[in-house]
């Protein structure tokens, strides 16, 4: 089919190395044969960032046209307004502002935390922070543990106690100054910059965030025995200037889940589907997440800007302005501005699908 801002555009599936372990439930999604736990546990979607744990690697992470082998970023800077749309582009320029993965991880990773938006200007010159959302897709155990993660400071941490445990790497110290939860399939969480945490061992994970990789790590070494340079713990700014981006604000377990566990919303009901809003707009203007579910057919409503799918079960076919494409589980659409309404009908079994949207436009 002809590249056209009209139709939806079938990408590649990127996967980025990381210093953690993880991966094998990302090839079972996929359905090949599993590789393994190894350094590549993530697959970015819709992706115009690129990665930067390895240097050597420059374009690690981009997306690319299935059909052609071209970087998305380079098929939107043709027609930016007819990719992007108008709104967005005023706002954003030719960036989507967004990127999205999906996480499986076979170890905890390192505690760490993003800046948020002035941090990053001050301290990295960038005009976007790392504030993410995390929705649970599902997990495994490892070593008899269920799927958990870390996430907010308990109350009455001080930044000086949380540099002494850094300095002396006292890592069951640290992991004591942050709230754990248990975590189960269906549950949202909304990690703003500079709070905080860490991704468990065992977690399947779909996560939307604000497009960097500016990645702050406490850890000097991994559980599973590797060692981070230096620059991956300070991301460059040096190791007094680290803590800098870390909010310490103490807050109950109670206060952190009532704050930022996020409820499903519905947005449509029909005999044929639903739709329903993992984050929203109201939950943060730097993104949006939907989860779609398709029985039979579904009329999704188009918006004036771009937006990406992710097929997590089932086939069917994608129907926009004429155009009639087969989808199926693991694939990831990007979806621009000029296409409008589209319709996903199953082939049987149900469709479960991700619909992911960048910045608030207006």
């Known amino acids: 089919m002809e590249l056209s801002p009209r139709f939806p555009i079938l990408l590649d599936n990127p996967r980025a190395w990381r210093t953690y372990l993880g991966g094998t439930l990302l090839d079972e999604l996929h359905g090949q044969p599993s590789q393994g736990d190894n350094h590549f546990p993530e697959e970015w979607i819709m992706s115009v960032t690129c990665a930067t744990a390895r ?32 709104r967005h582009l005023a ?90 939860f248990d975590v189960t399939p269906g549950q949202t969480i909304l990690i703003e910059g500079g709070m905080p945490h860490a991704i468990g061992a065992g977690c399947l994970i779909a996560e939307i965030q604000e497009p960097t990789d500016i990645t702050i790590r406490t850890d000097r070494i991994t559980p599973s025995g590797y060692t981070l340079p230096d620059r991956l713990c300070h991301q460059g700014i040096g190791f007094e200037k680290m803590f800098e981006c870390f909010h310490y604000n103490g807050m109950s377990a109670k206060d952190i889940q009532d704050r930022w566990f996020l409820p499903a919303r519905v947005q449509k009901q029909e005999e044929g589907g639903s739709i329903r809003t993992l984050v929203g707009y109201e939950d943060t203007t730097y993104f949006a997440m939907d989860e779609i579910l398709v029985s039979r057919r579904l009329c999704v409503p188009g918006t004036d800007v771009f937006s990406g799918l992710y097929v997590l079960e089932g086939e069917g076919e994608l129907l926009a302005n004429g155009s009639v494409l087969p989808i199926k589980q693991g694939q990831q659409y990007f979806v621009p501005a000029q296409v409008g309404d589209f319709t996903l009908q199953t082939a049987g079994a149900p469709l479960r699908v991700l619909h992911c949207f960048g910045p608030k436009a207006e």
């Open 91 to 180: 706002k954003q320029g030719e960036t989507l502002g967004v990127l999205i993965k999906l996480i499986d991880s076979a170890e905890r990773l390192s505690i760490q935390v993003h800046p948020d938006r002035e941090a990053a200007r001050r301290l990295f010159d960038s005009p976007f922070g790392k504030t993410e959302c995390w929705y649970i897709l599902g997990g495994r155990e490892i070593n008899g543990e269920p799927p958990c993660i870390y996430f907010g400071f308990q109350e009455g941490i001080t930044q000086a106690e949380w540099k002494r445990c850094f300095d002396e790497q006292d890592i069951e110290g640290m992991l004591q100054c942050l709230h754990r």
């Open 55 to 86: 240097p050597e690697v420059p374009d690690e992470g981009l997306s690319h046209v299935a059909q052609t082998g071209q970087a998305l970023r380079d098929l939107i800077k043709q027609n930016p307004a007819g990719y992007l749309g108008q």
